[in-house]
């Protein structure tokens, strides 16, 4: 990249500063392929098992928002892992879901991961940047994204591309940290956000600094009322929030009418 093009290119949140686009993007990517052998495993210790539930509850209220059939085409959003493609397909096992993540990493964690699954073939693969989705409008009923809106570097025009993508009646459904929770928490939850994480993340995936980004991009990430008008803005007109934890995660489900 050259100079002119870093002094005109947009700077977006990165943890606790701004940088280009362009850097974000590369920045993410490479921190994620840095953790992708710990990332299950300090998932399961950072939240004590509970982001599993709240995938769990996320698959549970597609099934009720919307009855899945056998023609369903979901898109699992920076899903790089598999978690929610895997919960999806082992409920409803002829459906087809379309993983997309930055990382090819994260996505070669997922294929391991699924060759041990039966449905294995309803799964399609993609690395690429969720920015600039490589679909044509009105290809899915679903859109799903667990912990991971908050880390692409352009969330707006992400957020305007799934609506593209969706079908009318479709649902994004986007699973995600909140910097807020119920006052007499929120100082602990700061505290853990700041010193236990990043601690967490030097011994036991040996890379503090990685998950010191981590904690910091829950601690700028929109409010839940904040990002409830974002979705709104960018033209879903209904939006409801279930929160988990005293508000530590939202599940936000944004209707395409």
Known sequence: MNKDTNNTEKNVIYGLKKIPISQKRHKIA???DEVSNDYDKMNDIMSLGAHRIWKKD???RISKEQLLNDSQNILDLAGGTGDIAFEILKRFKNNNVTVM???PGMIKIGKLKSLSKS????IKWIAGDSA???FKDFSFNNVT??????????????IEGCYKILRPGGKLMILEFSPEVITPFQKFYEYYLKNIIPFLGEKIANN???YKYLSESIETFYSPDNFCKLLENKGFLIVNVKKYANGAAC???ASRI
């Open 30 to 32: 490479n921190l994620f």
């Open 58 to 60: 996320l698959v549970e």
């Open 101 to 103: 993540d930055l990382t």
């Open 119 to 122: 449905y294995k073939n309803h």
């Open 132 to 134: 600039y989705l490589p």
């Open 145 to 158: 994204c667990a912990f991971g809106i908050r880390n692409v570097a352009e969330i707006e025009k992400t």
């Open 208 to 210: 503090k600094e990685a």
């Open 251 to 253: 599940l936000f489900t």
